[in-house]
DNA sequence: CTAACATATGAGCATATGTTCATATGTATA
DNA sequence: TATACATATGAACATATGCTCATATGTTAG
């Protein structure tokens, strides 16, 4: 439909290029599921929720406490995280204990975690 | 403030728990910068971008034939991923060629990656 | 210098997202 | 069964985000 805008014409020595990045990429219904999990990971309280059940797990009392936010907030970011299933969780009595599912969510932490430390001693962090 | 609504009468058991938690946790400062890079991420068009230029370098119009997008998007994109500094761009006559400036950032969404297939096997895709 | 091209950028708009408030649901205890 | 407590959820609202359109900037060729 917009064949004329898009195409610039410097890039066609770039075709076959382009080409093999195509074929080599991610296709697009994994980009879109990366994208969600990612979108899960932006938001700083459902990260910081997060990261507080890496290890451990924590009723929600306990995340409102942690992260000093009021219950609903809490309730509704794990509610996302159900409906991802990125975490499990378990009743006992009036309580429920949510805890992650996946140890590659740790890693993926700690990959970016290096990304930004590496990033601050290039950086002026000296 | 509202300490009395936040805290549910049973999390006390919780006590040592959560300090505990507290005190192994990423600083706040470190959290924000995580869930800023994870934005980065979660945008499905920025997210090809990233991928599109994993191991090679592209100029904009590259991109926006690959994508099929146009240039006006892709270039704001490509601003948002240079002031986080997460891609260096080197310009050549009118083009401006982009890539990604740190391997972490391929670590991190190949374990993305591995979670989401993960979760395919687990789930009904047999 | 002018025209054509590649890229960048500001404004405006529509949609998505996160929080709060009010209330519903479910569970234990008196 | 009634009450208190822990959690879930819907609606409303304010903010953030991504795209488009128009235009600016910068570069090369004529």
Known sequence: ?????????????????INQVKLSSI??????NLSEIF????????????????????????LCELLQLNQ???SHQLQLLRSSKLVKY?????????????????????MALAHIQEGDEANGAK
Chains 1, 2 share one sequence.
């Not at 979108?39 to 306990?62: G, W, Y």
């Open 90 to 110: 378990r009743k006992e009595g009036k309580q429920v204990y949510y805890s992650l599912k996946d140890e590659h969510i740790e890693s993926i932490i700690k």
């Open 27 to 32: 296709n697009r219904e994994d980009m879109q």
């Open 72 to 74: 609903s907030a809490v």
């Open 39 to 62: 979108k899960l990971f932006a938001d700083e309280t459902r990260l910081r929720i997060i990261c507080a059940i890496l290890n451990t797990e924590l009723c929600v009392c306990d």
């Open 1 to 17: 439909m917009r064949e004329e805008e898009l195409i610039c014409q410097e890039n066609y020595p770039h075709y076959q290029l």
